[in-house]
């Protein structure tokens, strides 16, 4: 696959090496990060859906660079000097890659070293040393260090995407110059089980900062999440600078108070709240605040005060959806201009989203996004469950399944118009309101699959059971002489 900047300077090839996890979120990562530095770029070719190789066309080695600080879907990045579908493509798109850029990496006072990378098929030692050795037509004049040497190139080859058919020969080679790795260790760095907080749908790391990063957060940015629950998001956009804030309308949540969801503990501890989570990582001085809130209330100040909104709305599954209303008439008298006591009541997934996108609207920033999951269910899918709104744009949905009959999207959307207050009922005017209402019963789809899932695998059991018993009675009839 490719990717190709549109812009006046010099456009570079650089070839990047993607993680073989999360696959649906790797190439709106890397578009996210490189806007982020003042690109547009366009997907101009797919090599196969599972291809870890991707082909930047950017202006400088610069930019790869910091694309690389910031990723966790790309393992590594270099600078592509020759590419084919065989050895001798692949020779002569090197013969014909321009001998001033190589020079500066060949001198013959520099070290260097060659390592080679498959993908869905392992080389000997031997097999390797002969790819090796078929370079030989380069002008290297340095001396070989495996240790540490000042230059490290890198033969990769892709061998399909069925690691159970790999072909004898690759069906692309690749070969440049490493440049940068990604930061693939910061998903085990940040890992759930390292925190001191944790909760039932704590988002894992890796997706923590697929989220920051498709949000485009960076330093003295400020960073919001409306349901905030443990906190999980906000970590990985202090880590990159952004001051951060959420809130929540569980009390005991924000306050770190209660039964802890880790095993074998019953309660939590004095330190178990938002703020430890980030005073662990030395990230507390990017803490603003959480607040014990209603999401479907808005406490803010009017105008935009948000970069980004990164957040995980309840599904009703793990966690219930809930709002503080009333269900009586209330009677107001200048004495009391509020006679009644809030409740909790249900929260439709409609309504978070109705709620969710206005606010964005009316509190982002202008060109600040809001990325969010959506559950759907899948035999009913369509583009059209999207919620939309004016002023905002759809950048990206990856889908990230979660059981045969169900998934949640990861939506990001970008402010593109400043808010007006008719805004606020734009969805139902565009009749888009009443083609995600289907989302209010997420919680019964996901539960009754669930439910028939478990009939087959009993119905299947019980047919196995009934089969075992009934050759074990044909071989005690069959044989005269066997008793009881």
């Known amino acids: ?15 990047l090496l993607l993680a073989q996890e999360n696959c649906e979120f790797r190439l709106p990562e890397i578009k996210s990060l490189l806007s982020l ?87 000997t030692q031997k097999e390797k040393l002969v790819k090796i050795d078929a370079l030989e037509f380069l002008p290297f004049k340095g001396r070989v260090s495996l240790q540490n040497a000042e230059h490290i190139f890198y033969l990769l080859e892709d061998y399909g995407s069925d690691p159970n058919n790999a072909p004898k020969e690759p069906l692309h080679i690749y070969f440049g110059r490493w440049i940068a790795d990604g930061q693939r260790e910061l998903i085990n ?50 880590h990159f600078g952004a001051y951060v804030c959420g809130t929540d309308i569980d009390y005991n949540i924000v306050h770190g108070l209660g039964k802890a969801s880790r095993m074998n503990q019953k309660w939590r501890g004095p330190d178990e709240n938002i703020r430890a989570n980030l005073r662990q990582y030395g990230l507390d001085k990017y803490y603003l605040d959480v607040l014990v809130s209603d999401a479907s209330k808005a406490i803010w100040r009017k105008g935009p005060i948000f970069d980004a909104i990164i957040t995980d709305p309840p599904y009703g599954i793990r966690e219930s959806t809930r709002k503080t209303g009333t269900q009586k008439e209330i009677i107001k008298t200048e004495l009391f201009p509020e006679n009644h006591v809030p409740v909790q009541l249900s929260y439709d997934l409609s309504e978070i989203f109705t709620d969710l996108l206005n606010f964005a ?3 982002l920033v202008i060109g600040g996004r809001v990325v969010y999951w959506l559950p759907v269910y899948k035999p009913e899918y369509t583009e059209e469950v999207i919620p939309r709104h004016p002023c905002l744009k759809l950048i990206s949905n990856c889908e990230q399944m979660l059981s045969s009959h169900t998934s949640r999207l990861l939506i990001t959307m970008e402010k593109v118009k400043e808010f007006e207050e008719n805004d606020h009922h734009a969805q139902l005017k565009d009749g888009q309101y009443s083609s995600y209402k289907g989302h209010n019963s997420f919680r019964e789809k996901y539960f009754s699959g669930l439910t028939k899932r478990i009939a087959r695998e009993e119905k299947a059991r019980n047919k196995e059971s009934n089969s075992e018993n009934y050759v074990s009675t044909r071989n005690r009839t069959s044989d005269p002489h066997k008793s009881d």
């Open 189 to 238: 760095f940040y890992s759930v089980k390292k925190r001191h907080f944790i909760g039932n749908t704590s988002m894992d790391a890796g997706l923590s900062f697929i989220m920051a990063n498709h949000a485009r957060v960076k330093s003295n940015d400020v960073v919001f999440d409306p349901f905030v629950g443990t906190g999980g998001l906000l970590l990985s956009c202090a």
């Open 1 to 15: 696959m490719a990717l190709s900047c549109r812009s006046g300077a010099a456009m570079k090839k650089y070839l």
């Open 361 to 363: 609207a009316e509190f």
């Open 37 to 123: 530095y003042g690109g547009h770029f366009n997907n101009l070719q797919d090599v196969h859906a599972k291809s870890p190789f991707c082909i930047l066309h950017i202006p400088s080695e610069e930019l790869a660079r910091k694309l690389m600080k910031r990723t966790v879907c790309a393992k590594s990045v270099f600078e592509l000097w020759g590419h084919g579908r065989c050895s001798e493509e692949l020779q002569q798109s090197l013969q014909s890659y321009p001998q001033e850029k190589m020079v500066p990496y060949l001198q013959p006072n520099s070290t260097y070293k060659i390592n080679i990378h498959t993908f869905n098929k392992t080389l």
